[in-house]
């Protein structure tokens, strides 16, 4: 019984370690996930003029972040001449820093127009720490680019 018992709270604890974002700052030549470079990287303002369709896209963005996932740090937006970008990281296989908010990086990943639901919509804002108000105020769903990050580099 002990034993079950103890295998029982070192499975909680490895999960509840798996599920925290990195610890520390986010500094210039950090990456996370794969290893990526800056180079050929195009700024984040020119991912409109390439990716219009459901069509999975290979990109290489450059941009500051604006929002991340404060509870996982699996989740980030980038400021964009339009709004908000949604950067996803490719299937939760990495977290970032939640202080990499505010940092210019670069993003290697995947982009398609996606329609993004109401409740994924408030799950995000939940997450980045909205006020309940604001979450309520979210009744649209909503076209977007998004992508799934294979690899983030700080600059």
Do not use: R
């Amino acid at each position: 019984m002990k034993k079950h018992f103890l295998f029982a709270v070192a499975i909680l604890f490895t999960m509840g370690a798996i599920a925290q974002p990195p610890k520390g700052p986010a500094t210039a030549g950090m990456t996370f996930g794969e290893k990526t470079t800056a180079k050929n990287a195009v700024d984040i303002n020119d991912i409109e003029k390439k990716v219009t369709t459901e069509e999975p896209t290979t990109i290489k963005i450059k941009g500051k972040v604006t929002d991340v996932c404060t509870m996982e740090g699996c989740w980030l937006k980038m400021e964009t001449a339009n709004g908000k970008m949604m950067i996803k990281m490719k299937d939760h296989a990495f977290l970032v820093p939640v202080d990499i908010n505010g940092k210019e990086i670069v993003v290697d990943g995947v982009a398609s127009m996606k329609l993004t639901s109401v409740k994924e919509l408030q799950h995000y804002a939940e997450d980045a720490g909205k006020s309940k108000e604001e979450i309520a105020a979210i009744t649209e769903p909503k076209k977007e680019i998004v992508v799934n990050a294979k690899g983030i580099l700080v600059l």
